[in-house]
């Protein structure tokens, strides 16, 4: 069975500072691949996807960046950090297809202070 | 472009009691797909159920049912036999023919033993 992993599960970092969240997916191959953010209490807003291995395609310009560097691996990044950057984030694949559904990893909660 | 509604911030059932959740949707598509996603505490999003929008059956698993009308947009989920574990965030998700995911602002389940 397929199964997503994202870490670190919590994170604080003071403004300004670098970012990286890494999402992994077992149990597959060449699966779509999603990272959303979700703000405290709201609905989760796509920052970005990808459908394949250096394909990235942004949803939100802002001052953070994706990369797919293997088949099942999606980073999150960010140069520097700014206090609008917390929230929780959260990685999701899919195999695409007609009947394509998005499962979640169980996210990262980053606060930037 | 797309949209999705919750017009339900909160809401409450009774342990054993039947509740049901509202969601209604704005697209030009014919085709189309709809999910509830159940977001607990832990805040990993969890599939609940999905909906094609082709099919005129509603879908079902277990004691969740949604009631699905098409040309009211409309698709409401209704969960029987409320348990604690129901206990969660519920977000109503609709997804394109370009694979992206809209969630509505979801709402919080409350239940009481």
């Known amino acids: 069975s397929q199964t997503i992993h994202q870490w670190p599960a919590t994170l604080v970092q003071p403004v300004g500072s670098p970012l990286s969240l890494e999402c992994t997916v077992e149990?597959?191959?060449?699966?779509?691949l999603y990272w959303y953010r979700q703000a405290a209490g709201r609905g989760l807003q796509l920052l970005f996807y990808s459908v394949g291995i250096g394909q990235i395609s942004s949803e939100v310009p802002q001052n953070l960046s994706a990369s797919r560097p293997q088949d099942r691996q999606f980073i999150l990044s960010s140069k520097k950090l700014l206090l609008s950057d917390s929230g929780f984030y959260l990685c999701?694949?899919?195999?695409?297809?007609?009947?394509?559904?998005?499962?979640f990893g169980p996210g990262t909660r980053l606060t930037v202070l | 472009a797309q949209t999705v509604t919750q017009s339900q911030p909160e809401m409450s059932v009774q342990e054993a009691e039947t509740v049901t959740l509202s969601c209604t949707y704005d697209t030009s598509e014919s085709d189309y797909y709809l999910f509830w996603y159940k977001q607990p505490p832990s805040r990993q999003m969890i599939l609940v159920i999905r909906q094609e929008a082709y099919k005129q059956q509603n879908a079902t698993e277990n004691r969740f049912s949604v009631n699905f009308q098409k040309a009211a947009k409309s698709f409401s989920l209704k969960i029987s036999d409320s348990q604690l574990g129901d206990a969660a965030m519920y977000f109503c998700a609709y997804r394109s023919n370009t694979g992206k995911l809209i969630f509505g602002q979801g709402t919080t389940l409350q239940v009481k033993p």
């Open positions: 999701a694949w899919s195999m695409g297809g007609p009947t394509d559904t998005q499962y």
């Open positions: 149990g597959t191959s060449n699966p779509n």
